[in-house]
Each structure stands twice: as structure tokens, then as C-alpha cells.
């Protein structure tokens, strides 16, 4: 795209957590106009009525979808939906040979019958699901470079394949159980009592320990990136904090292996990718990643036990800054633009 020009682009579902972010990332975006935002409300009104914050830097006003509106408005579409929408939309917004990006999950399965198992509802777009890309940019840039429709991966699954990723594709790591925790954000702006401020507060609890529909996508990715079927345990919490994810990944190793060789594994692996920390014996923490499109990687091992700790900040690495980084791809744009 011409370096003069700036490139229209519409947020879908602009006002969930992921929009909201999403909405203020592309703002600060040099490459980018928001032209057309939209959501299910009640009234149409200013975006900066419904976000006082953004007063002044986006007062354009938030409507009921309309399609051929958005079309008209828009070279890129975010679709920042509740899982099960994108599918009704996303088949007209790519007709209209419009770049969509789907922070939802519904084109993360290349097994429909997977995504019909943990969504609960009929996958009715097989034929652009054939060409969707997961949207992870350190494993599959070259694919992100040439696609139509991207796959934005879910937060849970990006930390978790990140953490994880270098030692599988060795052929290095097996009996893996990721326990995770995340703030209430990942549950998104219309959750239950459970994550209201009273019940929350200085709680803690974990959930779906077999059956969260984070766990077939992490060893979807992680099985193509390993070439092998990959096995694992997923035990997720929630934590009273309002964003961030923490992944403390216990497993062992195929063989031996020192400090030095697991350093350079990881170094070689992410040497060259903006958004990737490796920090060696260090452990990383959760305030360190908050509000970057950060995910920081540390690592200690006792004998051939290993613990890998990831963590990142969900609405931006773990869903709308991943969105963004997936768009400079496309775009032929610096990855890193309105993410530094």
C-alpha cells in the first residue's frame, strides 16, 4: 500500500474489552484511519460517549452493523465478535475481497468437528476456513504475508504455544501440564456474577480443567509446529486482577540437557522476533508484560524437570495488538508499527 496514504479500517464489535483496546492501539497506529466502528446497542451514539476517554481522538459515531456501509468505508475489517458471530459476517466482508481479521475463534479449527465439540454450534463456513491462517506471527509469518482471512489466535493459547513451542519442535519436551492464570478481562465485558468485583476480590478459582476450548487449539498449533501429535494437561484460573496471563508450564525432557543448550534453543528460536523476550533463568512477571504486545519467556530445570513460565498481557498480545501485528503483515508494513 502507498506510503502516503492512510488505510481505512473497521472494528466490528468495538465495544468489548477486545475493541476497546483495539480501538485505541489503531489510533496511535501512523498507517491507519479508523473509519467505521460498530456494536450491538440500543442507541447510536459517539464512540466517545460510550468512552469519555476517547473524547476528542474518536468521535465518530458507533452504530448497529451495516454491512454494505463497512464495505464501503474500510479496506481492513477487525471482527472483534463473541465466538459464533464472525461466522453470519465474515464470508460477506471476504466476498467483497476485504482483509478480515477474526479475533474470534471461529476460524482457528481445521477440524470442523473439533470447533463444533467445544462451541456448541454448527461450523457453516468451511469454505473460507479452508483458507484461514492462525494468526501467530513467529511460526507462521510467510502464510500471514498471503492470506485474505486470519485466524487471531486466543490468549491462553498464545502464551501457552510460545512457552512451549522451541523445546516441542526439538522433539525435547513431554509430559506438559499448563496451569495459567488470567485476569478477569479474558472472560470479556458481559461475564457472569463470578467475575464481578464482590466475588472476585481477593479470590481466586480455577475452571473447565478437561473441557476449556483453549486446549484442542494449543495442541492444534502445537502439533503442526512439532509435526507429531503433542499431548497435554490445561488447568486455567482466574485471578482478581484485571488483565494479564501467567503460564507456569511443568514437564520433563526427552534427554539431558544443560542450561547453555536450553538458552541457546530459546535465543536462536526468537532472536529475531520484536514481540518475544526470552530471559533465561529469570522468571518473568506479570507487570513487565501489562499494556505491551510483550510475551516474556523464562526457564529453570532441576535434572530433566523443566519449568517454562510465559506470560503476556490478553488484550494485547493475547488478542487486539496480535490483531494489529497480523495487519502490518499483511499490509507489507513494519511489524512493530503502533505496537512500540
Not at 53 to 65: A, M, S, T, V, Y
Not at 314 to 337: P, R, V
Request: charged share 20%; net charge neutral.
Amino acid at each position: 500500500m502507498a506510503a502516503d496514504t492512510k488505510t481505512n479500517v473497521a472494528v466490528i464489535g468495538a465495544t468489548g474489552f477486545t475493541g476497546e483496546k483495539l480501538i485505541e492501539l489503531l489510533l496511535g497506529h501512523p498507517r491507519v484511519t479508523v473509519s467505521y466502528i460498530s456494536a450491538k446497542i440500543d442507541k447510536e451514539c459517539a464512540f466517545s460517549e460510550i468512552f469519555p476517554h476517547f473524547k476528542g481522538r474518536l468521535d465518530i459515531i458507533c452504530k448497529n452493523l451495516d454491512m454494505e456501509e463497512a464495505v464501503s468505508k474500510a479496506q481492513v475489517i477487525f471482527l472483534a465478535l463473541p465466538h459464533k458471530i464472525s461466522l453470519e459476517i465474515a464470508p460477506f466482508f471476504l466476498k467483497k475481497k476485504k482483509i478480515v481479521i477474526d479475533l474470534s475463534a471461529d476460524y482457528r479449527f481445521k477440524d470442523v468437528a473439533v470447533y463444533e465439540q467445544y462451541y456448541k454450534t454448527t461450523h457453516t463456513d468451511s469454505a473460507n476456513l479452508r483458507n484461514a491462517v492462525y494468526g501467530l506471527p513467529e511460526f507462521y509469518r510467510d502464510a500471514i504475508k498471503k492470506t485474505q482471512l486470519v485466524a487471531n489466535p486466543g490468549c491462553y493459547p498464545t502464551v501457552s504455544i510460545l512457552s512451549t513451542a522451541p523445546l516441542l519442535k526439538a522433539k525435547l519436551l513431554e509430559n506438559i501440564i499448563i496451569d495459567a492464570k488470567s485476569g478477569i478481562t479474558g472472560a470479556g465485558r458481559h461475564a457472569s456474577l463470578a467475575y464481578h468485583f464482590a466475588h472476585l476480590h481477593g479470590n481466586l478459582f480455577s475452571y473447565k480443567p478437561f473441557g476449556h476450548q483453549h486446549l484442542p487449539e494449543i495442541t492444534q498449533i502445537l502439533s503442526d509446529i512439532a509435526k507429531t501429535k503433542v499431548q497435554l494437561r490445561f488447568s486455567p484460573h482466574v485471578i482478581p486482577a484485571e488483565r494479564g496471563i501467567l503460564a507456569t508450564i511443568h514437564g520433563q525432557l526427552t534427554k539431558a540437557m544443560d542450561i547453555k543448550e536450553l538458552n541457546a534453543l530459546y535465543t536462536q528460536c526468537y532472536e529475531h522476533e520484536p514481540f518475544v523476550r526470552f530471559l533465561g533463568q529469570q522468571l518473568p512477571q506479570l507487570k513487565d508484560v501489562i499494556e505491551t504486545n510483550c510475551c516474556d519467556i523464562g526457564l529453570q530445570t532441576e535434572g530433566k524437570n523443566i519449568v517454562i513460565v510465559g506470560t503476556i498481557d490478553n488484550l494485547i498480545k493475547g488478542a487486539s495488538g496480535q490483531a494489529i501485528q497480523n495487519m502490518n503483515i499483511i499490509c507489507g508494513w513494519d511489524e512493530t508499527l503502533g505496537l512500540l
